[in-house]
């Protein structure tokens, strides 16, 4: 069974700067990875995903992720927050061959202007 | 595209009665739909996976008889909540998969927010 810890549950970060939203996995077999933001009384959007090949995944809204097989992490990345980023930010996980998605509990990004 | 609804996106219920919950893929059809429960401050806890025509798979611990899903053709899938108690209360998810890879994406719908009293 896989698993998806998402150490920070609220991140608050000031207009401008950067934000890092960190996740880790545990799986016994390959993963793939993904990034979901729902935004207040929405339903949850996909940011990007890691299926395979480059370990750095680009995703909308200027984020992106890096894949780290040897940390078993997933930490999302943008360089430059806007207030419209306010949000949760869901990690989740799936094993090869199964649609079956893990989510992590969800870390709530709050830009301060 | 890939837009999924949920109707209704809120229900205030008397204990004892039953609800129910619709799911729609409204730009494409859904090979695979999920239902899941959120709770407050708390993560997506998968409920049931639901394939068009045949009986759907539920998660360990959830009661099947009391959470009875639907997936009666490729844009729709319904979840009807039983007897609803209080402990019933949560937000309930669906998403919706066009493929039945575990490479497709899966798309989520607003939510519909469930209060029993």
């Known amino acids: 069974a896989q698993s998806v810890t998402q150490l920070d549950s609220q991140v608050p970060v000031f207009e401008e700067a950067p934000v890092e939203l960190r996740c880790n996995y545990s799986s016994s077999v390959s993963v793939y990875l993904f990034w979901y933001v729902q935004y207040p009384n929405q339903g949850l959007q996909l940011l990007l995903k890691?299926?395979?090949?480059?370990?750095l995944v680009k995703g909308i809204n200027g984020f992106e992720a890096e894949f780290n097989k040897s940390q078993t992490s997933f930490h999302l990345r943008k360089p430059s927050v806007h207030i419209s980023d306010t949000a949760e930010y869901f990690c989740a996980v799936s094993n090869f061959g199964n649609e079956k998605l893990t989510f992590g509990t969800g870390t709530r990004l709050t830009i301060i202007p | 595209g890939a837009v999924v609804s949920q109707h209704p996106s809120w229900v205030i219920c008397k204990s004892g009665t039953s609800v129910k919950i619709e799911c729609r893929s409204l730009?494409?059809?859904?090979?695979?739909m999920f239902w899941y429960r959120q709770f407050p401050k708390q993560s997506l806890m998968l409920m049931a996976t639901?394939?068009?025509?045949?009986?759907?798979?539920?998660e360990q611990g959830v009661e099947k008889d009391k959470f009875l899903i639907n997936h009666a053709s490729l844009t729709l899938s319904t979840l009807t909540v039983t007897s609803a108690h209080p402990e019933d209360s949560s937000f309930y998810i669906c998403?919706?998969?066009?493929?039945?890879?575990?490479?497709?994406?899966?798309?989520f719908g607003p939510g519909t927010r469930l209060t029993v009293l």
């Open positions: 639901s394939n068009e025509g045949s009986k759907a798979t539920y």
């Open positions: 998403s919706a998969q066009r493929g039945a890879g575990s490479t497709d994406t899966q798309y």
């Open positions: 890691y299926l395979s090949g480059s370990t």
């Open positions: 730009d494409f059809q859904a090979t695979t």
